[in-house]
């Protein structure tokens, strides 16, 4: 009974997958479509590389710990809050 269980989930993710491929944000920039997690990670790039260049203008970069965690992990955080912001409908 098991492998009928594990084939059975295997099978709805395959198809819940496929079907809610399209559930994607658009936003048109300049006639052309694009995901809005493009411009979500864009943007967080930049708002990350700004909040990081305040840290180390005002020396308190070297008070958050190693920058190779740090960085990305900021440039996560501010993806997810400006996709909170503007797509979270």
Same mark, same amino acid.
């Given at each position: 009974?098991?492998? @009928? $269980?594990?084939?059975?989930?295997?099978?709805? $993710?395959?198809?819940?997958?496929?079907? #809610?491929?399209?559930?994607?944000?658009?936003?048109?920039?300049? &006639?052309?479509?694009?995901?809005?997690?493009?411009?979500? @990670?864009?943007? &967080?790039?930049?708002?990350?590389?700004? #909040?990081?260049?305040?840290? @180390?203008?005002?020396? #308190?970069?070297?008070? #958050? &710990?190693?920058?190779?965690? @740090?960085?990305?992990?900021?440039? $996560?955080?501010?993806?997810?809050?400006?996709?909170?912001?503007?797509?979270?409908?």
């Amino acid at each position: 009974m098991k492998p @009928i $269980a594990t084939l059975t989930q295997t099978v709805m $993710a395959l198809v819940s997958s496929l079907l #809610l491929t399209a559930c994607d944000p658009m936003v048109s920039l300049e &006639g052309s479509f694009w995901p809005a997690w493009i411009i979500c @990670i864009l943007a &967080g790039l930049a708002t990350s590389m700004l #909040l990081m260049w305040q840290f @180390i203008r005002l020396h #308190l970069a070297p008070y #958050l &710990g190693p920058p190779l965690l @740090i960085a990305p992990s900021l440039w $996560a955080l501010c993806s997810f809050v400006i996709w909170l912001l503007f797509y979270s409908h």
